[in-house]
């Protein structure tokens, strides 16, 4: 079945440093793999997606991601974190038939 | 491009009344609506496909007669949560995919649903 794990529920970085996100993913074909960035009380804005090609994709804000088949991961990352970019990040993949599959979010904050 | 604008914001509502949210695709069209629920710190939790011209698709465990959806055009779908109870208090928000399945969900900004 179609699943998608972030196992860090919560994540504190300094502002400045860098920081990684680790999403993984089961999903029997090619997945199309997001990832979404929640402020809140806001819906999910978009901040980058894998379908093919190039495994490193850029996103919005500075951020990228890596597809690893291999492992099954595509964490996101920073190199240098900004306090407004505190928030609650979902990766999801997308399947056929219109499904979307979220993972359980890592809340992320910054500080000082 | 891809604007989903969902209204209202935040609604407050008495126990027994009914709650109508509206979701638009302000600059393409939506065959294709579906409509979360989250709840605090958790993810989002699919309720219905929401499909132009015909009847919602909803997700088990969902009830259809509580969270009423109406796709009544290409750009607008309405979830009307019927005879509202304090449980039903949460957020909700809808998203549309321009396109195909490739494309990524475009979200709207959600609705803060308070039953008292």
């Known amino acids: 079945a179609q699943s998608v794990t972030q196992p860090d529920i919560h994540i504190t970085v300094s502002e400045g440093a860098s920081l990684e996100l680790r999403c993984n993913y089961s999903y029997g074909a090619t997945p199309y793999l997001f990832w979404y960035v929640q402020s809140p009380g806001q819906g999910l804005q978009l901040l980058l997606k894998?379908?093919?090609?190039?495994?490193l994709v850029q996103g919005i804000k500075g951020f990228e991601a890596e597809f690893k088949r291999s492992q099954s991961s595509f964490n996101l990352r920073k190199p240098s974190v900004h306090w407004s970019d505190a928030a609650e990040y979902f990766c999801a993949v997308g399947a056929t038939g219109n499904q979307f599959y979220f993972g359980t979010g890592t809340s992320l904050t910054v500080i000082p | 491009g891809a604007v989903v604008s969902q209204h209202p914001s935040r609604v407050i509502c008495k126990s027994g009344t009914s709650v109508k949210i509206e979701c638009r695709s302000l600059?393409?069209?939506?065959?294709?609506m579906f409509w979360y629920r989250q709840f605090p710190k958790q993810s989002l939790m699919l309720m219905a496909t929401?499909?132009?011209?015909?009847?919602?698709?909803?997700e088990q465990g969902v009830e259809k007669d509580k969270f009423l959806i109406n796709h009544a055009s290409l750009t607008l779908s309405t979830l009307t949560v019927a005879s509202a109870h304090p449980e039903d208090s949460s957020f909700y928000i809808c998203s549309a995919r321009v396109g195909t399945v490739l494309s990524p969900l475009h979200f709207g900004n959600g609705t803060r649903l308070t039953v008292t």
């Open positions: 929401s499909n132009e011209g015909s009847k919602a698709t909803y």
């Open positions: 894998y379908f093919s090609g190039d495994t």
């Open positions: 600059d393409f069209q939506a065959t294709t």
